[in-house]
């Protein structure tokens, strides 16, 4: 069996966070396996994960077999290869419910929208165990099988930094979860992000391609590594929307999720995000450190003093009509308020 291929990576103190979340199996059959139901050879095969799980997996056309999904009365033969995709298993610790207001743009009996707002933090971590998004899900989840438990993952199959504010979406099911985790690893989930970086990017359009990975010097920073050598695949898209001059607007389309993808690749692109301290985004970039220029951005910073990032817009497959959902969050205060500023600096 070849080690699954974990899609989040572990939470950094400061409450960094990795995006997407689901395990993904490879698993190349024996020569000698004799004909087996596969629902039982993938419940004896996978470690922490009940026969329940993997037929809704079935379910979800989250089970292929030589990339082609199959019933649960499927008898796996030698030399298959089976690829499994699996929402990231519950951790043992336990959330504390928190009643706290929700911004919930959708809900249904399977999921819910969530419009998160900058500050918040997605899933406890060390110097953040109250508070958390995950925390509110807990109370409004508590009668759910995702939130009975107290587990500290009710519903997640993604999520966004601390300070990036935008639309998540939040699994009810099981069934649920399995079905959007398997939209995820297929790149089939359609976001995009709205991002404010220094200076204007090449082109009207372009694409970022870069393994992305800790950094050697720093955990708490990803580092791109263009040539493959440490991190994985990572590929952002962006368009031009608005440009300001020492500034520029961005529309970012992913096609993975990396923790700080695009935070990491726009620095590497040269044009980190406005406002970044984490990837250098927090003093001027272009233009002259004096005089009034200088005050009109100190006066930009204080305004919005976090990344300039939002998870604009957010489109799947509904996991049981099969509707095909799209949803989009305006820009908060502050980042509205700092692109007014940025339109009126470029007409002056």
Known sequence: MIPNDLANDELDADGAEGDELYEHHRIVVDRGQELLRIDKFLHNRLRNTSRNKVQEAIRASAVEVNGTPVKPNYRVKPNDTITVTLPEPPRDDRVVPEEMPLDIRYEDAE??????????????????????????????????????????????????????????????????????????????????????????????????????????????????????????????????????????????????????????????????????????????RVGQNTGAYRDFVEGAFQLMPRQALHARSLGFVHPTSGEQLFFEAELPNDFAGVLEKWRAWAAA
């Open 111 to 284: 999921l819910l929208i969530v419009n998160k707002p900058a500050g918040l933090v997605v899933h406890p971590a060390y110097g953040h165990w109250q508070g958390t998004l995950v925390n509110g899900l807990a109370f409004h989840l508590a009668n759910l099988p995702t939130g009975r438990n107290g587990e500290i993952r009710p519903g997640l199959v993604h999520r966004i930094d601390k300070d990036t504010s935008g639309l998540l979406v939040i699994g009810k099911t099981e069934f649920a979860m399995t079905h959007l985790s398997n939209q995820f690893f297929h790149h089939t989930i359609q976001r995009s992000y709205l991002a404010l970086v220094w200076g204007t990017p090449p082109g009207p359009t372009g694409t970022i391609r870069g393994h992305i990975g800790r950094s050697v010097r720093d955990r708490k920073v990803q580092a791109v590594y263009p040539n493959g050598e440490q991190g994985k695949p990572a590929v952002t898209h962006y368009e031009v929307l608005e440009s300001f001059g020492p500034v520029t607007l961005l529309r970012c389309v992913l096609e993975t999720g990396r923790t700080h993808q695009i935070r990491a690749h726009m620095q590497y692109l040269g044009h980190p995000l406005f406002s970044d301290a984490t990837y250098g985004g927090d003093r001027i």
